[in-house]
Structures are given as C-alpha cells and as structure tokens.
Nanobody
Framework: QVQLVESGGGLVQAGGSLRLSCAAS????????MGWFRQAPGKEREFVAA????????YYVDSVKGRFTISRDNAKSTLYLQMNSLKPEDTAVYYC????????????????WGQGTQVTVSS
C-alpha cells in the first residue's frame, strides 16, 4: 500500500507558476514509476506527466511540454510538478499516482492515487 498526499495547489494568474508536491508513505516509493494527472470540471482525468523510478526518464502530454517539469526525490519520498507559464486551460484538480502495470498514459495503469489538489489559473 502507498499513501499519497498532494499539496501546493492554489489560485494563480495566467503566466504564473506553481509547484505541486506529492508526499508518499507506505511501501517503497522509489520502486514506482509515478505520474501526474489532472481533471477539469466535466472532463475525464487526463495524463500530464510521468517519471520512472530512478528519475532517468520523463514523459509529458504535448500541451505542457516546455512549461511543466516532473521530478522526484526518492530520499524524501516526494514527487514534484513544477508548472510555469500557466494558462487558464491548466485549471483542474491535479492528482499524483503510483504506476502499477501497463501504459503510463492511462489511469487504469495506476494503482494508488492521492486525493488531488486544485489548481486555478485566472485570465
């Protein structure tokens, strides 16, 4: 079992930045590929970014490439998402998740989820 708790969300103006954190406890955090997803009102939860257990490889949805950076600190059992140049369309609840099996792009591949943190970007 892995418990995940996100933090760092809030209200920011377009063009601003936020850094999300996801603190993990329980089973060995460093053994998991980790992902960030987001869900806007009335929309399905969508993949944002993923990072392998070592941090050696990262993956992003096209809409955030060049603006968002996923990283991790295995010593602190914490996952991060640095979000720069935020746009109103980035407004959503952001979730971190621990990958289990299958393509990292899909929610069904993740076993453990946090409760989410709200990010609101005003225009």
């Amino acid at each position: 079992q892995v418990q995940l708790v996100e933090s760092g969300g809030g209200l920011v103006q377009a063009g601003g930045s936020l850094r999300l954190s996801c603190a993990a406890s329980g089973r060995t955090f460093s053994s998991y590929t980790m992902g960030w997803f987001r869900q806007a009102p009335g929309k399905e939860r969508e993949f944002v970014a993923a990072i392998t257990w070592s941090g050696g490889s990262t993956y992003y949805v096209d809409s955030v490439k060049g603006r968002f950076t996923i990283s991790r600190d295995n010593a602190k059992s914490t996952l991060y998402l640095q979000m720069n140049s935020l746009k109103p369309e980035d407004t959503a609840v952001y979730y971190c998740a621990a990958h289990y099996s299958g393509s990292y792009l899909y929610t069904r591949a993740y076993r453990y989820w946090g409760q989410g943190t709200q990010v609101t970007v005003s225009s």
